[in-house]
């Protein structure tokens, strides 16, 4: 995967993932255990109608993702 910066094509994919699935654009990302755990907090939160939160959280948390650079 390249590291591409914000606002590129990869994170706007990443954020339409995560409209339909919270969390699915973390997964494609690459980032699986943040994109597991806004998965299942939306899932349980859903239950009392604050779900949405997380949902809005993990579209914006997609759109705005900066892989580390790493230095050599």
Do not use: C, K
């Amino acid at each position: 995967m390249n590291n591409v910066g914000q606002g590129s094509a990869g994170n706007v994919l990443a954020a339409l993932a995560s409209i339909f699935i919270p969390g699915f654009g973390q997964l494609l990302q690459g980032r699986w255990l943040l994109g597991l755990f806004q998965f299942l907090l939306a899932a349980i939160l859903w239950t009392v109608l604050m779900g949405w939160v997380v949902h809005l959280w993990s579209v914006i948390n997609a759109a705005r993702y900066s892989p580390p650079y790493y230095y050599s």
